[in-house]
């Protein structure tokens, strides 16, 4: 196999490979999995510098939460909106009212904590790490043209890759097996 082969073979595994893990962290981030263990994209600076924008947050859910946990919760921006938006801040306090956990929080790059106290039970989850920028390319894949850009036209280019090499073995052996009957011939 010469170097040139050698190098597009080493690039399309290598290709493949990021490929295949964009796939799944894009599902993972739409769907979850189980134990309800989630992925989210990172869209804004308020937890700075402990979660820069664009990272990925790996969220679980636990049965409680402490001062200083960084949660991933649903909440309307004001008291009486009805569209949930999901916010990913540091509990800075914990208060019990009428037999409910309400969550003080705030964004670490904020000045002043969050208007509205959380319920505890609209909290989806601890997060337990992120990786940074990572968040942009999921993001992005999730939006029409990322998902033509990010996971279509690669597949297509692997999976052309692939005839190709399936082509080629197939050639191979055509032309082993017609060597091997002339020998047999001879």
């Known amino acids: 196999m010469n170097r040139n082969n050698k190098f597009v073979k080493v690039i399309t595994s290598t290709l493949m490979i990021f490929l295949f893990g964009i796939i799944i962290l894009t599902f993972l981030s739409l769907f979850g999995i189980p134990q309800n263990f989630r992925i989210f994209v990172v869209e804004t600076g308020s937890m700075e510098p402990a979660i820069n924008t664009g990272s990925l947050a790996f969220v679980t859910p636990q049965s409680s939460y402490q001062k200083g946990d960084v949660v991933t919760f649903n909440t309307p921006l004001e008291k009486d909106e009805k569209t949930n938006y999901v916010v990913t801040h540091r509990i800075t306090d914990i208060k019990k009212e009428n037999g409910e956990t309400l969550l003080q929080t705030k964004g670490d790059a904020n000045n002043?904590?969050?208007?509205?106290?959380?319920?505890?039970?609209?909290?989806?989850?601890?997060?337990?790490?992120?990786?940074?920028?990572?968040?942009?390319?999921?993001?992005?894949?999730?939006?029409?043209?990322?998902?033509?850009?990010?996971?279509?036209?690669?597949?297509?280019?692997?999976?052309?890759?692939?005839i190709q090499n399936i082509s080629k073995e197939f050639k191979k052996k055509s032309r082993k097996n017609i060597h091997t009957e002339d020998l047999n011939y001879v």
């Open 112 to 162: 002043a904590p969050d208007s509205l106290l959380t319920n505890q039970i609209h909290v989806i989850g601890k997060v337990n790490g992120s990786v940074p920028l990572l968040g942009y390319l999921i993001g992005f894949a999730k939006t029409q043209i990322g998902f033509l850009v990010v996971i279509i036209i690669p597949s297509l280019f692997i999976i052309y890759s692939e």
